[in-house]
């Protein structure tokens, strides 16, 4: 006999759910309301992401959050990359813990409006390997985005991991169709090859894709600040031609960047007149037009 409900063995006379189930929504995923709670509170979800390693991925992630930070906007940065987790060490907090209760996480601060998360407050020492598997990735990932009292944010950005496996996919499953995404690549034909894979997973995915950014295009020198092309530089441009996207912005390579990150500082802040620091306020532009 039909009972008309997807999930329940047993009925009732009349053809309902034993349970007292609705037959008409019994088996179906259940909405996570508190996970809509907190998603209807973040006004913008940018999720960065590249297919290849060693792209300076987080370093940009890092820069595009300080820079909407600055303008003005609140701002959330998640570091979902588990594996290797190095937002703490970016903006120089190593050393700090979120506050933790049984229901909620609170992010840590690093500015008046610059909140942020990462596995790597709470992994007990720089030594430990993390040696998960998929589903526990994705449950750490849901619970950063719901469990962690975000509150109103104009922008939530994502760093996540090189790729398009686990990190990446959990990523725009939880955050939805509306999240927009920042694809991060350096000129060579090697990067450029794997970072077109992830325009088509954002397309796959149903995702929009906001641009491509050129990192490491050129090498700002120490001493004239003029930008040399010592490697190859327009790669990044060429991939957003061909795959129909915008193309953000080169930034350059520049020894202030790698030391903002070792020391932890704010580069924009601190060497605002820069190449590096315009190049990073060329590309939040897009990203402040959205409103």
Known sequence: MSNGCKSCSSASAGGGCSSGHDPKTCGEKPVDEKMAQTLGRI????????????????????????????AGKKVGLLDVDIHGPSIPRLLSLQDAKPHIEPDHMEPVPYSQ??????????????????????????????????DVTWGDLDYLITDCP?????????????????????????????????????????????NSILGIVENMSGFVCPNCSAVHDIFN??????????????FLGRIPMDPEVVRSGDEGFA???VQSESPTAQAFKKIVEPLLALG
């Open 113 to 146: 409006n610059l909140w942020v998360m990462s596995l790597g407050f709470l992994i007990p020492d720089k030594e430990t390997a993390v040696i998960w598997r998929g589903p526990m990735k994705l449950g750490l990932i849901k619970q950063f985005v719901r």
């Open 162 to 206: 090189p790729g398009t496996g686990d990190e990446p996919l959990a990523v725009l499953q939880t955050l939805g169709k509306e999240a927009k995404t920042v694809i991060v690549t350096t000129p060579q034909g090697v990067a450029v090859d794997d970072v077109r894979r992830s325009v088509t997973f954002c397309n796959q995915m149903g």
């Open 43 to 70: 006004k913008h979800k940018i999720v960065v992401l590249s297919g290849k390693g060693g792209v300076g991925k987080s370093t940009v992630s890092a820069n595009i959050a300080m820079a909407l930070a600055l």
């Open 267 to 269: 580069l924009l802040k």
């Open 233 to 246: 530089s327009g790669g990044g441009e060429a991939l957003a031609k061909e795959m129909g996207v915008n």
